[in-house]
């Protein structure tokens, strides 16, 4: 008899004890309350502190930068240490710096949107540009972001755009507007590939009807909707990830695609990246300190150590991105059908993707309804 | 007395890691999941702890249904196609001689030795358009067919992956049964299909069960398969509550998804046990 009760009573116990658990993690989180924007305030930083006190936690994406890179920074800077995490998405980020209490996070590479949300949120350091003299290196035109004019509260690591990547020898025109790849013709039947992630599966619907991509209006959300189940059934597959490859094996002959997956350097010279005519986006990668760091001044260091035109330089030779850095740049030999020579200007022609805050819920619900549809 | 007392002990004793593992591990997140379903999406995600249900009523919405039906659809077909091919595959290995029993079941086995993704991939070499079976069937002056990037190819590769699950719990029911049963069915007047059909079928039903529910549940939750052979262009409710917490940034909704993912599962497995103890 006992024997049962006993068997009986723990799991009760044990729900207790979640839900109890449950609670306090309730209790422990108010500020991500959607009252809005309220960035925080600067700390007092000493310019000359003590950095082998400090110890750097960083999270970026995995060969995002040099494998040296700790060893460096300790040679260099004299910190403590460096460690490095990895995430595999933006929303895998944020999913660990907003969680509530401290993240343990020092430093994060995010894409240009998300450092806004974070900043919005009041989890982000506001730079102190008197500790970075490095930024000097910067192209202008990299202070002056749209999610971020003045480099207040983050600092560009790369920058590209998104348009399409093809077969040049597999196309029969090359491909200049973003209907060419919305309505494909036939030559290109089931040889087309488009992205989910949403804001950017969204983009060429957007921007072939001549809208925003920041747009959070109904009717244009609506119609870039139509647009695109109109060319769900002639598409070979969605993919974020692997759409070169597709390319390079012949499977597709053309591809929504960040300028920095495009395959353009493969050996056999065949794919091209063009920006269709009616305009993109400007995506930009940065990186930002976490207002919970206890070691703020070593972060600023490890960031201007990064804008160092060799260590920045490392990003464009290495990964095939583009950097904002005019001093990397001119240090970097660009290869054969690379695309790193584009001029930033012209980059800055493209649209930069801010958050939408609650309207972004708009374009996940697009996303599950083209997908599932 | 005293002696009870000490066998309770020890069974307290060696039960306790284990029933300690499962429900901490288990029950403290599925209360926290429980929990989460009922509070809001943070305008740049997280959790906004106010109480609503409004993330159950989202569960009716068609588009959530119809995804729900989707791979309810998908999974279905799927376990249909593995009971039918795993049943006589089960019942020809039980039929073999010893050794070569376990040479088959080895062999049943060994596609788990390798990794999953990597296995996936090689269905996607397999089947895309350039791909191998398009090539071969050229050779026959066939096809190309679309044979990637549509529901067809999730099926295979479901089947494929989890076609194991079903010959293992389906094997172990027809090696218990007693020949002699069969032998008294066919000394009766039974033709073969005959005793199949009244004998060894209806004795080996709860591994039938057993067998479709461990390739239906993890067919059902899939979202590997579908993103890689399907293409993405239909969603499981797997690719669907991943969605929410890895990209839309919504985890309450996530969270209510998931239950409700679990809530049709409790329901298959307590239906499974009933039907089990009655056949």
Redesign the interface.
Known sequence: MS?TRFTRR??VA??A???A???A???G??S???A?ANPAAADELKPNADLSKQTLQVTVWDGYIPKELPQMVKEKLKVQDLKIALHE?N??A??KL??PGDSGIDVAFVSGQYAQ??N??GLLEPIHPELIPNLANLYPEATQLSYDKGNKYSVPYTWGTTGICYRTDLVKAKPTSWNDILKPAPWAE?KVTMM???RWLALPALKALGYSVNTDKDDEIAKAKDLLMAQ?PH?????DTTFGDKLV???SVMAEAWDGWCPTTDPKGNIGFVVPKEGSDLWVDTMVIMKSSKNKEAAHALINYILDPEVHSWAAANINYKVPNKAAMERVKIPKGSLLGVKPADLLDGEAII?L??A??KF?RL???V??G | MSRSRGRRLGAFVFLSPGLTYLLVLMLVPLVLVLGTSFFQRGRFGGVVYEFTTENFGRLVDPLYLGVLGDSVRIAVLTTLLALLIGYPTAYLIARLPRKWKTVALVAIVLPFWTNFIIRIYAWIMLLNGPGLVNSGLKLLGLGPYELLYNDGAIVVGLLYSYLPLMVLPLYAAIERLDPQLREASANLGASAFTTFRKVTLPLTVPGVLTGSLFVFVPSFGNFVIPEMLGGSKSIMVGNLIRNQFLKARDWPFGSTLALALIAVLVVLLVAQAWAARRG
Request: glycine residues 10%; contains cysteine; proline residues 2%.
């Open positions: 024997r723990l799991p044990v729900t004890a979640g839900l658990l449950a609670v993690a309730c209790g989180e108010s991500t309350s959607s809005g998405t929303e895998i944020m999913t907003t969680a949300a974070l919005e949120m089931k989910t992630t949403e769900k598409l070979l597959t969605y993919d094996a012949g499977e958050d805050g609650q972004s819920t996940s996303s599950e309804e997908t599932a």
